[in-house]
């Protein structure tokens, strides 16, 4: 059976670059932390990757701390905020889990910024609600995503960043799903915090950066040494950092091929809409490897089950959290409740071929009128 495997939103395929630099990295052996020729090699190894993580999303080197992933960077983000006095965050109402729970859990009061049926952002509601704040809230701090990990939708995130900016705002950019497949510019966006995640990008599990600007500093969630400049303690992971330069690296050579992946994900949709499904965010500016599209009756889990035995890997709401039964919180916040329960993801990448998603096409056409027919024949 061919595997076609269109799920980089969940994870990508680790680049032949990264899986390199990490065997090196653990050949190499040493801690950064030592003044020894073995402890310099790996500190070399780290900077290096700092550097290509830094070049990728538009910071300097120097505000990259290395964290476990993208939820870790979120976090760190939003307790930052919560210890420099905010006591209200207002998040979208379709950010990733990591950055809703967590702002859930931080203590602070949370409110969400509603989005249209496009998946973007209200910008006169955000408007608004900054111009009323009440200083006893503290600084007012704005979670959204550049790109949504479901749906793919772009957010307007250097406007979103004017109108906070003119607040003395804090707003926090999670980046984990664009970086690799858009050019993402931290500095450019406007964005105070910034997050990102390596197995996303080809890199491996595990790893991930939180860059930060000059109008905000970062406490500290990890006490112990002195690592990541007293920003993040532990001995950094150095085969997954050097892991993750290279794959940040590799994507930021490749964003023009990945641009232009978007004629594949295009005609794939054209397909599937003549062939009866709904595409999710087809109005909105969108990442060029994903396509959320609902095919009203038919559920998403069979969809996906149908489309697997097939050898044609997609996902069904977020695959970060799969296993959860509840519907997809995004596509409730764009007012499809409706749809939430038939809705696929199919997302590629640095691999994936125009065959790929002609093969995912051609077994859903098949799928779906195999469940079509089922549902009109008589019972028996
Ligand atoms: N943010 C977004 C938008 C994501 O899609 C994900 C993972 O799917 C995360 C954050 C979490 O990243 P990680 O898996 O590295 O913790």
Request: net charge neutral.
């Amino acid at each position: 059976m061919i595997r076609v495997y269109l799920d980089y939103n969940a994870t990508a395929p680790v680049r032949a670059e990264a899986i390199e630099a990490m065997g090196r990295a653990i050949q190499a052996g040493g801690n950064p932390s030592s003044v020894h020729a073995a402890g310099r090699a790996a500190r070399a190894l780290v900077e290096d990757a700092r550097g290509a993580v830094a070049a990728l999303i538009g910071a300097p080197a120097s505000t990259v701390v290395f964290v476990s992933g993208g939820t870790e960077a979120n976090a760190l983000a939003i307790e930052s905020a919560r210890a420099a006095g905010s006591r209200r965050l207002i998040v979208s109402a379709v950010e990733h889990d990591s950055v809703l729970e967590n702002a859930r859990h931080s203590g602070a009061e949370v409110e969400l910024l509603p989005v249209d049926r496009d998946g973007v952002a209200d910008i006169a509601w955000l408007e608004n609600r900054l111009s009323r704040w009440d200083a006893a809230w503290g600084r007012p701090f704005v979670a959204l995503m550049l790109a949504n990990n479901e749906t793919g939708v772009i957010q307007p995130v250097a406007r979103v960043a004017e109108i906070v900016r003119a607040v003395d705002g804090w707003l926090h950019v999670d980046a984990v799903q664009a970086a690799g497949k858009i050019p993402v510019d931290s500095r450019a966006l406007g964005a105070d915090t910034l997050s990102v995640s390596g197995h996303k990008l080809g890199g491996p599990q595990g790893v991930g950066a939180l860059t930060f600007g000059p109008r905000v500093s970062l406490t500290r969630r990890l006490h112990g040494g002195g690592q990541e400049r007293g920003r993040r303690a532990g001995t950094e992971n150095v085969p997954g950092i050097a892991g993750f330069g290279a794959a940040a690296r590799a994507s930021l050579a490749s964003l023009s091929a990945m641009q232009a992946q978007a004629v594949w994900r295009d005609q794939a949709e054209k397909r599937l809409a003549e062939a009866g499904a709904v595409i999710v965010g087809a109005g909105a500016e969108r990442l060029p490897n994903t396509l959320c599209f609902a095919m009203p009756g038919f559920g998403a889990e069979l969809q996906v089950m149908g489309l697997d035995l097939t050898g044609v890997m997609v996902s069904s709401g977020a695959a970060c959290s799969s296993g959860k039964v509840r519907p997809s919180h995004v596509l409730s916040a764009m007012g499809l409740a409706e749809l939430a329960g038939c809705a696929v993801r199919a997302s590629g990448g640095w691999a994936t071929k125009g065959s790929d998603w002609d093969r995912l096409v051609e077994a859903w056409i098949e799928l779906n009128g195999r469940h079509a027919a089922r549902r009109r024949a008589p019972a028996a």
